[in-house]
Protein backbone atom coordinates (compact mmCIF):
# COMPACT_ATOMS: atom_id res chain seq x y z
CA UNK A 1 0.00 0.00 0.00
CA UNK A 2 0.79 3.41 -0.94
CA UNK A 3 0.79 6.72 1.43
CA UNK A 4 -0.59 9.52 -0.19
CA UNK A 5 1.78 12.33 -0.13
CA UNK A 6 -0.85 14.86 -0.60
CA UNK A 7 -2.43 13.83 3.25
CA UNK A 8 1.03 14.65 4.15
CA UNK A 9 1.37 17.73 2.97
CA UNK A 10 -1.93 18.91 4.14
CA UNK A 11 -1.21 18.10 7.17
CA UNK A 12 2.65 19.41 7.28
CA UNK A 13 1.13 22.93 6.13
CA UNK A 14 -1.89 22.80 8.74
CA UNK A 15 1.02 22.08 11.42
CA UNK A 16 3.05 24.62 10.43
CA UNK A 17 -0.20 26.85 10.13
CA UNK A 18 -1.51 25.53 13.59
CA UNK A 19 2.40 26.24 15.11
CA UNK A 20 2.87 30.06 13.35
CA UNK A 21 -0.88 31.01 14.73
CA UNK A 22 0.14 29.98 18.17
CA UNK A 23 3.43 31.67 18.00
CA UNK A 24 1.73 34.85 16.71
CA UNK A 25 -1.00 35.16 19.86
CA UNK A 26 2.19 34.42 21.99
CA UNK A 27 3.35 37.18 20.95
CA UNK A 28 0.75 39.34 21.25
CA UNK A 29 -0.48 38.39 24.34
CA UNK A 30 2.90 39.12 25.54
CA UNK A 31 3.00 42.29 23.67
CA UNK A 32 0.17 43.32 25.98
CA UNK A 33 1.22 42.09 28.82
CA UNK A 34 4.07 43.98 28.40
CA UNK A 35 2.01 47.10 27.28
CA UNK A 36 -0.39 46.81 30.32
CA UNK A 37 2.62 46.83 33.11
CA UNK A 38 3.61 50.05 31.55
CA UNK A 39 0.22 51.48 31.79
CA UNK A 40 -0.26 50.48 35.23
CA UNK A 41 3.33 51.56 36.55
CA UNK A 42 1.97 55.22 34.72
CA UNK A 43 -1.40 55.00 36.69
CA UNK A 44 0.00 54.10 40.09
CA UNK A 45 2.63 56.84 40.09
CA UNK A 46 -0.12 59.18 39.02
CA UNK A 47 -2.23 58.44 41.64
CA UNK A 48 0.11 58.53 44.48
CA UNK A 49 0.73 62.30 43.30
CA UNK A 50 -3.29 62.40 43.72
CA UNK A 51 -3.13 61.10 46.94
CA UNK A 52 -0.63 63.41 47.63
CA UNK A 53 -2.33 66.61 46.37
CA UNK A 54 -5.67 65.08 48.22
CA UNK A 55 -3.13 65.11 51.72
CA UNK A 56 -2.51 68.60 51.14
CA UNK A 57 -5.58 69.81 50.34
CA UNK A 58 -7.02 67.66 53.45
CA UNK A 59 -4.43 69.64 55.80
CA UNK A 60 -5.10 72.82 54.36
CA UNK A 61 -9.00 72.31 54.93
CA UNK A 62 -8.46 71.29 58.04
CA UNK A 63 -6.22 74.70 59.10
CA UNK A 64 -9.17 76.68 57.61
CA UNK A 65 -11.78 75.04 59.94
CA UNK A 66 -9.44 75.89 62.82
CA UNK A 67 -9.29 79.34 61.83
CA UNK A 68 -12.85 79.82 61.31
CA UNK A 69 -13.24 77.58 64.44
CA UNK A 70 -10.49 79.66 66.56
CA UNK A 71 -11.25 83.13 65.44
CA UNK A 72 -14.49 85.48 64.84
CA UNK A 73 -15.48 86.55 61.67
CA UNK A 74 -13.32 89.79 61.14
CA UNK A 75 -10.00 88.21 61.81
CA UNK A 76 -10.69 85.15 59.45
CA UNK A 77 -11.46 87.78 56.55
CA UNK A 78 -8.68 89.39 57.19
CA UNK A 79 -6.10 86.48 57.51
CA UNK A 80 -7.83 85.67 53.93
CA UNK A 81 -7.52 88.70 52.42
CA UNK A 82 -4.04 88.77 53.45
CA UNK A 83 -2.73 84.87 52.68
CA UNK A 84 -5.17 84.85 49.65
CA UNK A 85 -5.68 88.47 47.48
CA UNK A 86 -2.35 90.03 49.16
CA UNK A 87 -3.94 92.87 50.31
CA UNK A 88 -3.29 95.61 53.32
CA UNK A 89 -4.10 98.26 55.06
CA UNK A 90 -3.93 101.22 53.27
CA UNK A 91 -1.34 103.34 56.19
CA UNK A 92 0.56 99.67 56.24
CA UNK A 93 3.88 98.65 54.44
CA UNK A 94 4.59 95.05 53.00
CA UNK A 95 8.17 93.96 52.74
CA UNK A 96 8.88 91.08 50.98
CA UNK A 97 11.73 88.89 51.47
CA UNK A 98 13.15 87.71 47.84
CA UNK A 99 16.66 86.52 49.41
CA UNK A 100 14.66 82.98 48.85
CA UNK A 101 15.80 81.64 52.45
Known amino acids: MKKSRKGTKKRSFA ?3 LK ?3 VCVAVYV ?3 LVSL ?3 LAEK ?3 LSKLEEQKQQLMLSNE ?3 ELIEKSDQDEFVEQIAREYFDFAYPDEQIY ?3 SGS
Do not use: G, P
Request: no cysteine; proline share 0%.
Open 30 to 32: AFS
Open 96 to 98: IDI
Open 44 to 46: RQT
Open 37 to 39: QIE
Open 20 to 22: LAV
Open 15 to 17: STF
Open 63 to 65: EKK
